[in-house]
Nanobody, 121 residues
Framework: QVQLVESGGGLVQAGGSLRLTCAASGSIFSISSMGWYRQAPGKQRELVAA???????NYADSVKGRFTISRDIARNTVFLQMNSLKPEDTAVYYCKATLRRAIVVRNSDYWGQGTQVTVSS
């Protein structure tokens, strides 16, 4: 059993900041990558930022220069620091981990339950 628990969402004014946290727990052998996705009402889920086990990062163009993803490998935790927030950042933010539960098992994707981020203008 693997669980991803997100926290840190909320309501903030435009220009403000929030920090999201996602902790993975359970039967985990190794984590290949962790990332954040978001889904606004009526829109498809999209990648916001991701980080690999080697530390490589990838960002959506819309958040480059404003959001920073980081991780704590020892605690299987990933963070998303969101600065200069805009109303268009409003969405449910989901954490995803690509991981192996055992050495003989292939990577699989696991998702958190989502956390709401609302940016008021």
């Amino acid at each position: 059993q693997v669980q991803l628990v997100e926290s840190g969402g909320g309501l903030v004014q435009a220009g403000g900041s929030l920090r999201l946290t996602c902790a993975a727990s359970g039967s985990i052998f190794s984590i290949s990558s962790m990332g954040w996705y978001r889904q606004a009402p009526g829109k498809q889920r999209e990648l916001v930022a991701a980080i690999t086990s080697g530390g490589s990062t990838n960002y959506a163009d819309s958040v480059k220069g404003r959001f920073t993803i980081s991780r704590d490998i020892a605690r299987n935790t990933v963070f998303l620091q969101m600065n200069s927030l805009k109303p268009e950042d409003t969405a449910v933010y989901y954490c995803k981990a690509t991981l192996r539960r055992a050495i003989v098992v292939r990577n699989s994707d696991y998702w958190g339950q989502g956390t709401q981020v609302t940016v008021s203008s």
